[in-house]
């Protein structure tokens, strides 16, 4: 809370609420990865303590490698989250840019239509995309679930990127045209350009749950071959419940790629939630 | 869809079409046609192989049958205490949690916004597991963390009593997202033009008051966002429940929320077969609980809030 007169008590009351909120927040997370590296022993003898020279052992890390196909696993989760946010990005500017460029009739209808997924989850559809995926042979495969993704981040890629299309200046659009650019040039050689910042909020927005999600990987694409991250990890902590060395260094490998991701982008993340693109 | 309103004047403008067509038939394809197919399919029933037309049957059988109904109503009420838990506690911590981080001449600001957003990015197979063991009483962290407050006496194997657990999973899922109303609501104290707060120091409102009198009414609209994307996001969720404990919504069905409901009609689970036309019921009544609160924020809250251009 901004105040004229924000004294120093109050400033270090803040900065106890948010160092305690802090900590709850990072504690489980730091508690898991600590604990990966420690011998079995040690793990149930002294929780609270990081690793020290003797008590470091890395065999969950070594059981997790050994035992499941965590690379194959990681691989999948690659293809379909940067698959799918290709297309979303690519799909979805291109209609931001068709929807805020020009007037013609059913603008604002096909609008609406397109902004409905943003209400309304895409889960309740299952049935009947399972149907349709087993009718077309696509069940257990990687293209199943970057055709579904690619459906669901589209609602609000559209929706974000038409509010930002719409404050490039015409000025620069109609230069192009006399310049004799066709529509398509202005929008991949101008346009797109100028919103990158949006389209970087964009994608983080899109990749997060893709990459998190356990559903649609459970049921469309549940094959070993096919496995994502999140769902190959799901399955080796239920069959390794005892072991309790390879499920923290399970745990441990599921959370560092979306860690790392996050750091990267979260300057990206903060400052595009912070300017508005959500609002 | 007609795309062109000037046929006579101006050739037709392929590159709408062109441009629009992608992303109009992936989402039509994937989302739009089975979510009505999945709405049409609970209107069937499979019999001897044949998909067979019986109006309202599978919502009869739901509701009549006390097979079905039973576990309907308990995973509703579920979900709705689910959802009163978010409310009550998420969002109330978010909002003071940017109010904290927008104090004025605060540093490390940026490290605490980070920090606390970290658990929203995590999976939810991550956090379940997590919190199943720090929160077991085999490992023995919880006891110890309450063992140095002195409060060990407190402490009960939290998730696999029937009067606990579905709190203690929407504490953890409130642990998850609180980033999300947080970053919101800091978004829009941030929008809060200096000159209002000015204004308001002229007038001697500083401080608590302030932030009740000016502030709080100005960021309503995004509580307002907020609000319906939680029930949204409440009524639809499953994958925390199924990683921390299974389809089966232990102990004695006393975590089922709709979400696992659906996925169990769906897919079976033990000796219950699974059945689509079920599911698909399930699935219509979900759908028509999230269509009714949207309609109800779009209509009744969304109008009443008002909006301040600055």
Redesign the interface.
């Known amino acids: 809370?901004?105040?004229?007169?924000?004294s120093p008590a109050?400033?270090i009351g803040?900065?106890a609420?948010?160092i305690a909120?802090?900590v709850?927040?990072?504690f489980?997370?730091l508690?898991?990865v600590m604990n990966s590296f420690k011998a079995r022993n040690a793990?149930?003898r002294s929780?609270?303590t990081p690793p020290t020279p003797e008590t470091f052992d890395p065999v969950g890390y070594t059981t997790v490698m050994a035992q499941g196909d965590f690379l194959l696993y990681f691989q999948n989760s690659l293809v379909v989250t940067v698959g799918s946010l290709f297309?979303v990005i690519?799909?979805?500017a291109?209609?931001a840019?068709?929807?805020s460029e020009?007037r013609?009739?059913?603008n604002t209808l096909?609008g609406l239509y397109?902004a409905?997924?943003i209400?309304?989850?895409?889960?309740?559809?299952?049935?009947?995309?399972?149907?349709?995926m087993v009718a077309s042979g696509l069940v257990n495969t990687l293209t199943a679930l970057i055709?579904?993704y690619?459906?669901?981040g589209?609602?609000l890629c559209?929706f974000i990127l038409s509010e930002f299309m719409k404050t490039v200046s015409d000025d620069l659009k109609n230069a192009g045209r006399i310049d004799g650019l066709?529509?398509?040039r202005i929008?991949f050689r101008l346009v797109l350009p100028l919103v990158r910042p949006a389209i970087a909020t964009v994608a983080v927005f899109t990749m997060?749950p893709i990459?998190?999600?356990?559903?649609f990987p459970l049921?469309l694409a549940p094959s070993e071959g096919t496995k994502t991250v999140?769902l190959g990890?799901?399955i080796f902590?239920g069959q390794f419940v005892t072991n309790?060395n390879a499920?923290?260094a399970a745990?441990s490998l599921?959370?560092l790629p979306?860690?790392v991701l996050?750091?990267i982008f979260?300057r990206q993340?903060?400052r595009g939630?912070?300017?508005?693109a959500?609002? | 869809m007609s795309l062109d309103d000037q046929p006579i004047k101006r050739p037709f403008r392929w590159h709408i079409v062109v441009f629009l067509a992608p992303a109009f038939f992936v989402y039509t394809a994937f989302m739009i046609v089975p979510l009505f197919g999945t709405l049409q399919l609970s209107l069937f029933r499979r019999v001897d192989q044949q998909s067979v037309y019986v109006g309202l049957d599978n919502f009869r059988m739901l509701f009549g049958d006390p097979r079905w109904s039973v576990n309907f109503w308990n995973a509703l009420w579920n979900n709705v205490w689910f959802f009163i838990i978010h409310m009550l506690v998420q969002n109330p911590i978010g909002v003071l949690l940017a109010a904290l981080l927008s104090s004025p001449k605060l540093r490390f600001r940026a490290f605490y916004r980070t920090a606390i957003f970290i658990p929203t990015i995590l999976s939810f197979v991550i956090v379940g597991f997590v919190w199943k063991l720090i929160l077991s009483p085999l490992w023995g962290v919880a006891p110890n963390l309450l063992d140095l407050v002195g409060l060990k006496s407190l402490f009960t194997p939290w998730l696999g009593k029937e009067e606990y657990a579905l709190t203690t999973l929407s504490l953890i899922s409130v642990w998850q997202f609180v980033g999300i109303p947080m970053m919101l609501i800091y978004a829009a104290l941030l929008s809060i033009p200096d000159e209002v707060i000015e204004a308001a120091e002229c007038d001697g409102i500083t401080g608590l008051s302030q932030f009740w009198k000016i502030k709080l009414p100005l960021i309503l609209p995004s509580i307002g966002i907020i609000s319906i994307l939680t029930f949204v996001g409440n009524f639809n969720a499953f994958d925390l429940i199924y990683t921390a404990q299974g389809a089966l919504a232990g102990p004695n069905f006393s975590t089922d929320i709709l979400g696992t409901f659906l996925y169990r009609a769906f897919f079976g689970f033990q000796l219950q077969l699974g059945d689509p036309n079920m599911g698909a019921a399930i699935a219509t009544m979900m759908f028509f609980i999230i269509l009714a609160g949207v309609c109800v924020y779009l209509f009744t809250i969304q109008t009443r809030l008002r909006r301040y251009q600055f």
């Open positions: 809370m901004s105040r004229a007169t924000s109050r400033l803040a900065h609420v948010l909120y802090t709850i927040a990072l489980p997370v508690l898991i793990i149930f929780p609270l297309f690519l799909f979805g291109m209609a840019f068709a929807l020009y013609f009739r059913g096909t397109l409905l997924g209400m309304i989850p895409i889960r309740l559809g299952t049935v009947a995309i399972l149907q349709l055709l579904v690619t459906a669901q589209l609602p559209i066709s529509e398509y929008f997060i990459w998190n999600d356990l559903w049921i999140t990890a799901q902590i309790w499920v923290l745990l599921a959370i979306v860690l996050y750091l979260s993340l903060i939630i912070t300017s508005g959500v609002k």
